[in-house]
């Protein structure tokens, strides 16, 4: 692990990283158990990761934890993470606050049972002056309905005289998002083999590196996490731009 670890430059580690766990389902189908069995394994996964990001010096990580599609799911299973989200924020604040990480979320956070919501705001309040990691759990959240929400916000500002049409711009955007005190996402990565955004952080990851793997959620480990930045740390982010003007630019 320290040899691998070993590998990954100081610099660039990506500012913010964004994860797609996908898998749990079908790793615990392959296993004979239900879906839900899948979902607790993952919390070793997210433990994980969480820590990898902290001691390598990552800043910000967001975990899409349950998408507004998710509440078509069977009521059971839905039941059941919810209730696994309560325990799991109970369990994990220890860690949260042995790696000084403060804890984040965003979505339409309204639609979590009241229970979830409780939970979530006193560990938000406990941890609200950690500084290593800031991590956020997208919950309930789904990026088109957060769009949709921009351009009605805006609009309303528009019609009440309080923003000119002209004054409109990316940061305008970024401030009326549920990100708007996150910076944008560097890398993002999805585990189970497939290979699509699933409508997670679509604004946010427009120059993001994208990075897939095979491996199911519940076999995630530092390891992978740290293969995965070794990765990123071998491509070249032009933003648009060309080799030449970036080796300028690093010059």
């Not at 990954?8 to 898998?23: L, S």
Request: with cysteine; net charge positive; proline share 3%.
């Amino acid at each position: 692990m320290e040899q691998l670890k070993s590998q990954i430059a100081k610099n660039p580690v990506p500012n913010h990283i964004a994860v797609i766990m996908d898998g749990n389902g079908r790793w615990a189908k392959l296993k004979g158990k239900p879906r839900i069995f899948g979902h607790k394994n993952g919390i070793t996964s997210v433990r994980q990761v969480i820590e990898g990001c902290a001691e390598i010096g990552i800043n910000y990580l967001t975990m899409y934890a349950f998408s507004t599609e998710n509440w078509n799911r069977p009521k059971l299973e839905v039941k059941t993470l919810m209730a696994l989200l309560v325990s799991s924020l109970k369990k994990e604040l220890k860690t949260l606050q042995k790696n000084n990480i403060k804890l984040n979320t965003i979505g339409n956070i309204e639609n979590l049972p009241k229970k979830a919501q409780i939970e979530l705001a006193e560990v938000i309040e406990k941890t609200k002056n950690n500084s290593t990691l800031t991590l956020t759990l997208a919950l309930s959240y789904g990026s088109r309905e957060e769009i949709v929400n921009v351009i009605k916000n805006i609009s309303k500002k528009v019609v009440n005289n309080q923003l000119n049409v002209e004054e409109i711009d990316e940061k305008i955007i970024n401030n009326h998002l549920y990100t708007f005190s996150l910076p944008d996402v560097d890398f993002m990565i999805r585990t189970s083999g497939e290979k699509r955004i699933s409508n997670f952080l679509l604004w946010q990851i427009a120059y993001a590196e994208l990075y897939f793997t095979d491996t199911f959620w519940p076999d995630f480990r530092k390891e992978n996490l740290f293969n995965a930045i070794i990765e990123y740390q071998n491509r070249e982010r032009r933003f648009g731009k060309t080799s030449e003007q970036i080796e300028k630019i690093n010059e």
